[in-house]
T-cell receptor
Framework: GAGVSQSPSNKVTEKGKDVELRCDPISGHTALYWYRQSLGQGLEFLIYFQGNSAPDKSGLPSDRFSAERTGGSVSTLTIQRTQQEDSAVYLC????????????FGPGTRLTVL | RKEVEQDPGPFNVPEGATVAFNCTYSNSASQSFFWYRQDCRKEPKLLMSVYSSGNEDGRFTAQLNRASQYISLLIRDSKLSDSATYLCVAGAGGTSYGKLTFGQGTILTVHP
């Protein structure tokens, strides 16, 4: 079956612009996660969804970052007023089993802020 | 101190070699442990889960020592296709879900 998909695959934007990143999880997976991976850094947790709720937003680095999930499926990560330090690969993962299942990752969105 | 620490390498080994990666974690409440593999410019993929009893999958063996908060991965008879970054991962305990904390990754290059 289809895996996790993300769009766009690459995004180049100018400092100060807003961007939206999209994640389509594996069908039926109730848990959805956003991570980011900066050059030379490990994966950094951003936010976790169970259904449409986000019980853990502790990894969002600032109030410029927000995320939502609708219909228990697609999720959007929004970064407002982008800064150069936001440049990274943003990865989405989904899992079944109430959030303890294996996390399957999408291919990521590579964001470059000029 | 990072919650999950790994030797970043790089490890450069010839085909057929045995190579071992080590990892330590600081959160004693962690309940689940994994090794993920990440190829260049690709997403991480689960290689194997790690259990206290140790587990083996073909050429790969993983071990967990809870007392020392130490995780290891052994790769025997290395193949060129094993070249990748190996991520040590701990799943938090005391939460309602499997929040994962990743190490920085260990780079492995297997050469002919």
């Amino acid at each position: 079956g289809a895996g996790v998909s993300q769009s766009p695959s690459n995004k180049v934007t100018e400092k100060g612009k807003d961007v939206e990143l999209r994640c389509d999880p594996i069908s039926g997976h109730t848990a959805l996660y956003w991570y980011r991976q900066s050059l030379g850094q490990g994966l950094e947790f951003l936010i976790y969804f169970q259904g449409n709720s986000a019980p853990d937003k502790s990894g969002l680095p600032s109030d410029r970052f927000s995320a939502e999930r609708t219909g228990g499926s697609v999720s959007t990560l929004t970064i407002q007023r982008t800064q150069q330090e936001d440049s990274a690969v943003y990865l989405c993962a989904s899992s079944s089993g109430g959030g303890f299942g294996t996390q399957y990752f999408g291919p990521g969105t590579r964001l470059t802020v000029l | 101190r990072k919650e999950v620490e790994q030797d970043p390498g790089p490890f450069n080994v010839p085909e057929g070699a045995t190579v071992a990666f080590n990892c330590t974690y600081s959160n004693s409440a962690s309940q689940s442990f994994f090794w993920y593999r990440q190829d260049c410019r690709k997403e991480p993929k689960l290689l194997m889960s790690v259990y206290s009893s140790g587990n083996e999958d073909g050429r790969f063996t993983a071990q967990l020592n809870r007392a020392s908060q130490y995780i290891s991965l052994l790769i025997r008879d290395s193949k060129l296709s094993d070249s990748a970054t190996y991520l040590c991962v701990a799943g938090a305990g005391g939460t309602s879900y499997g929040k994962l904390t990743f190490g920085q990754g260990t780079i492995l290059t297997v050469h002919p």
